[in-house]
Protein backbone atom coordinates (compact mmCIF):
# COMPACT_ATOMS: atom_id res chain seq x y z
CA UNK A 1 0.00 0.00 0.00
CA UNK A 2 1.07 2.93 -0.88
CA UNK A 3 1.79 5.44 1.96
CA UNK A 4 1.27 9.72 1.80
CA UNK A 5 3.18 11.43 -1.29
CA UNK A 6 3.96 14.70 -1.42
CA UNK A 7 4.86 17.23 -4.42
CA UNK A 8 7.60 18.81 -4.61
CA UNK A 9 10.38 17.62 -2.50
CA UNK A 10 11.69 20.89 -2.42
CA UNK A 11 10.32 24.23 -3.34
CA UNK A 12 12.50 27.70 -3.75
CA UNK A 13 10.92 30.46 -4.43
CA UNK A 14 11.31 34.49 -4.12
CA UNK A 15 9.80 36.65 -1.86
CA UNK A 16 5.78 37.29 -3.40
CA UNK A 17 5.75 34.42 -5.71
CA UNK A 18 2.94 32.02 -5.11
CA UNK A 19 3.40 28.23 -4.36
CA UNK A 20 1.23 25.53 -4.14
CA UNK A 21 1.98 22.31 -2.45
CA UNK A 22 0.40 18.98 -2.84
CA UNK A 23 -0.94 16.15 -0.75
CA UNK A 24 -2.25 12.94 -1.60
CA UNK A 25 -3.06 10.80 1.52
CA UNK A 26 -3.32 6.62 2.30
CA UNK A 27 -6.22 5.67 -0.14
CA UNK A 28 -9.47 5.59 1.96
CA UNK A 29 -8.32 8.01 4.87
CA UNK A 30 -10.61 10.75 5.14
CA UNK A 31 -8.47 12.47 8.14
CA UNK A 32 -5.92 15.01 6.38
CA UNK A 33 -3.58 16.90 8.23
CA UNK A 34 -1.41 19.48 7.36
CA UNK A 35 2.14 20.62 9.61
CA UNK A 36 4.83 23.11 9.18
CA UNK A 37 8.67 23.00 11.08
CA UNK A 38 10.18 25.87 10.59
CA UNK A 39 14.25 25.56 11.26
CA UNK A 40 14.78 23.58 14.13
CA UNK A 41 11.92 24.48 15.91
CA UNK A 42 9.00 22.33 16.54
CA UNK A 43 6.32 21.03 14.28
CA UNK A 44 3.52 23.17 14.39
CA UNK A 45 -0.15 21.93 13.47
CA UNK A 46 -1.80 23.69 10.62
CA UNK A 47 -5.21 22.06 9.67
CA UNK A 48 -7.44 19.30 10.10
CA UNK A 49 -9.26 18.25 7.20
CA UNK A 50 -12.55 15.65 7.30
CA UNK A 51 -12.57 14.03 3.89
CA UNK A 52 -13.32 17.76 2.18
CA UNK A 53 -14.45 19.26 4.91
CA UNK A 54 -11.84 21.69 7.21
CA UNK A 55 -12.83 20.32 10.62
CA UNK A 56 -9.86 22.49 12.49
CA UNK A 57 -7.74 25.47 10.90
CA UNK A 58 -7.07 26.91 13.64
CA UNK A 59 -3.28 26.60 13.00
CA UNK A 60 -3.04 28.37 9.95
CA UNK A 61 -0.87 31.45 10.27
CA UNK A 62 -2.52 34.30 8.46
CA UNK A 63 -4.93 34.46 4.73
CA UNK A 64 -2.02 33.66 2.97
CA UNK A 65 -2.20 30.44 3.58
CA UNK A 66 -5.10 28.61 1.41
CA UNK A 67 -5.98 25.09 1.83
CA UNK A 68 -8.38 22.64 0.01
CA UNK A 69 -9.57 19.25 -0.42
CA UNK A 70 -11.65 18.69 -3.12
CA UNK A 71 -13.76 15.63 -3.44
CA UNK A 72 -12.26 14.63 -0.23
CA UNK A 73 -9.30 13.35 -1.79
CA UNK A 74 -5.60 14.99 -2.16
CA UNK A 75 -5.25 18.08 -0.88
CA UNK A 76 -3.47 21.18 -1.13
CA UNK A 77 -1.76 24.15 0.71
CA UNK A 78 -1.17 27.51 -1.43
CA UNK A 79 0.85 30.32 0.01
CA UNK A 80 0.60 33.61 -1.85
CA UNK A 81 2.37 35.23 -1.81
CA UNK A 82 4.92 34.11 0.05
CA UNK A 83 7.35 35.95 2.64
CA UNK A 84 10.53 35.31 3.92
CA UNK A 85 8.66 33.41 7.40
CA UNK A 86 7.43 30.68 5.47
CA UNK A 87 10.25 29.08 4.78
CA UNK A 88 10.09 25.58 6.77
CA UNK A 89 9.55 22.12 6.27
CA UNK A 90 5.57 21.30 5.21
CA UNK A 91 4.34 18.00 6.30
CA UNK A 92 1.17 16.20 5.58
CA UNK A 93 -0.39 13.19 7.32
CA UNK A 94 -3.30 10.95 6.76
CA UNK A 95 -5.05 8.33 8.62
CA UNK A 96 -8.32 6.31 8.99
CA UNK A 97 -12.19 7.31 10.08
CA UNK A 98 -12.42 8.14 13.35
CA UNK A 99 -8.98 6.79 14.61
CA UNK A 100 -7.89 9.71 16.46
CA UNK A 101 -4.38 8.50 17.58
CA UNK A 102 -3.74 7.48 13.63
CA UNK A 103 -1.23 10.10 11.31
CA UNK A 104 0.96 8.41 8.93
CA UNK A 105 3.21 10.93 7.11
CA UNK A 106 4.59 12.03 4.23
CA UNK A 107 7.97 12.97 3.47
CA UNK A 108 7.40 16.65 3.64
CA UNK A 109 7.85 19.64 1.18
CA UNK A 110 10.88 21.69 2.21
CA UNK A 111 10.17 25.30 1.30
CA UNK A 112 12.63 28.33 0.66
CA UNK A 113 11.71 31.39 0.74
CA UNK A 114 14.56 34.07 -0.51
CA UNK B 1 4.17 29.79 23.84
CA UNK B 2 5.45 26.05 23.75
CA UNK B 3 3.58 23.34 25.41
CA UNK B 4 5.57 20.67 24.97
CA UNK B 5 9.44 21.53 25.78
CA UNK B 6 11.48 18.50 24.50
CA UNK B 7 15.42 18.27 25.70
CA UNK B 8 18.35 17.69 24.29
CA UNK B 9 18.32 19.23 21.00
CA UNK B 10 21.07 16.94 20.53
CA UNK B 11 22.63 13.54 21.89
CA UNK B 12 25.67 11.83 20.90
CA UNK B 13 25.39 7.67 22.32
CA UNK B 14 27.74 4.90 22.30
CA UNK B 15 26.48 2.13 20.24
CA UNK B 16 25.53 -0.19 23.40
CA UNK B 17 24.59 2.53 25.31
CA UNK B 18 21.15 3.91 26.43
CA UNK B 19 19.84 7.44 24.63
CA UNK B 20 17.39 9.59 27.25
CA UNK B 21 14.93 11.74 25.30
CA UNK B 22 12.89 14.21 27.75
CA UNK B 23 9.98 16.35 27.26
CA UNK B 24 7.47 18.38 29.86
CA UNK B 25 4.27 19.57 29.16
CA UNK B 26 2.06 22.49 30.57
CA UNK B 27 -1.70 21.36 29.90
CA UNK B 28 -2.93 18.59 32.23
CA UNK B 29 -5.92 18.03 29.54
CA UNK B 30 -3.36 16.12 27.43
CA UNK B 31 -4.20 12.18 27.21
CA UNK B 32 -2.48 11.28 25.06
CA UNK B 33 1.35 11.14 24.57
CA UNK B 34 3.69 9.63 21.40
CA UNK B 35 7.16 9.73 20.54
CA UNK B 36 8.15 10.15 16.69
CA UNK B 37 11.13 8.74 14.86
CA UNK B 38 12.18 10.60 12.12
CA UNK B 39 15.34 9.59 9.29
CA UNK B 40 16.27 12.41 6.91
CA UNK B 41 14.37 12.87 4.08
CA UNK B 42 11.37 10.73 5.69
CA UNK B 43 8.47 12.32 7.47
CA UNK B 44 8.35 11.58 11.20
CA UNK B 45 6.64 7.57 11.87
CA UNK B 46 5.28 6.86 15.28
CA UNK B 47 7.61 4.80 17.28
CA UNK B 48 5.47 4.38 20.66
CA UNK B 49 2.73 5.87 23.21
CA UNK B 50 1.48 5.98 26.63
CA UNK B 51 -1.80 7.26 28.56
CA UNK B 52 -1.55 9.20 31.71
CA UNK B 53 -2.92 6.28 33.42
CA UNK B 54 0.42 4.17 33.26
CA UNK B 55 3.56 4.54 34.39
CA UNK B 56 5.62 3.03 31.61
CA UNK B 57 5.40 1.28 28.55
CA UNK B 58 7.87 -0.89 26.90
CA UNK B 59 7.96 -2.02 23.48
CA UNK B 60 10.92 -3.82 22.55
CA UNK B 61 14.69 -1.75 22.84
CA UNK B 62 12.19 1.50 23.53
CA UNK B 63 10.75 2.84 26.82
CA UNK B 64 8.55 5.45 27.81
CA UNK B 65 8.39 6.65 31.32
CA UNK B 66 5.74 8.65 32.49
CA UNK B 67 5.61 10.67 35.50
CA UNK B 68 2.15 12.71 35.86
CA UNK B 69 2.76 14.66 39.09
CA UNK B 70 5.88 16.24 37.32
CA UNK B 71 4.49 16.55 33.82
CA UNK B 72 6.98 14.80 32.68
CA UNK B 73 7.75 11.88 30.15
CA UNK B 74 10.90 10.54 28.32
CA UNK B 75 11.95 8.23 25.94
CA UNK B 76 14.59 5.33 26.88
CA UNK B 77 16.47 3.59 23.94
CA UNK B 78 18.69 0.36 25.30
CA UNK B 79 20.92 -0.83 23.74
CA UNK B 80 21.52 2.08 21.07
CA UNK B 81 22.47 0.93 17.96
CA UNK B 82 23.73 3.26 14.58
CA UNK B 83 20.18 2.62 13.02
CA UNK B 84 18.49 4.45 15.99
CA UNK B 85 20.22 7.69 14.81
CA UNK B 86 17.47 9.98 13.66
CA UNK B 87 15.47 12.82 14.93
CA UNK B 88 12.94 12.13 17.52
CA UNK B 89 9.97 14.18 18.76
CA UNK B 90 7.56 13.68 21.73
CA UNK B 91 4.16 15.28 21.31
CA UNK B 92 0.65 15.19 23.01
CA UNK B 93 -3.00 15.10 22.08
CA UNK B 94 -5.71 16.20 24.00
CA UNK B 95 -9.24 14.79 24.48
CA UNK B 96 -11.39 14.57 20.83
CA UNK B 97 -8.68 17.50 19.43
CA UNK B 98 -7.20 15.79 16.70
CA UNK B 99 -4.15 18.14 16.70
CA UNK B 100 -0.52 17.28 17.94
CA UNK B 101 1.51 19.67 19.82
CA UNK B 102 5.10 18.49 19.61
CA UNK B 103 8.45 19.60 20.47
CA UNK B 104 11.19 20.72 19.35
CA UNK B 105 13.08 17.53 18.58
CA UNK B 106 16.07 15.99 19.59
CA UNK B 107 18.89 14.72 16.98
CA UNK B 108 20.23 11.55 18.55
CA UNK B 109 23.75 10.13 16.80
CA UNK B 110 24.60 6.90 17.88
CA UNK B 111 28.57 6.38 17.71
CA UNK B 112 29.98 3.17 16.69
Known amino acids: EAGVTQFPSHSVIEKGQTVTLRCDPI?????LYWYRRVMGKEIKFLLHFVKESKQDESGMPNNRFLAERTGGTYSTLKVQPAELEDSGVYFCASGGSGKINEQFFGPGTRLTVL | QQQVKQSPQSLIVQKGGISIINCAYE??????FPWYQQFPGKGPALLIAIRPDVSEKKEGRFTISFNKSAKQFSLHIMDSQPGDSATYFCAARSGSNYQLIWGAGTKLIIKP
Open chain 2, 27 to 32: NTAFDY
Open chain 1, 27 to 31: SGHDN
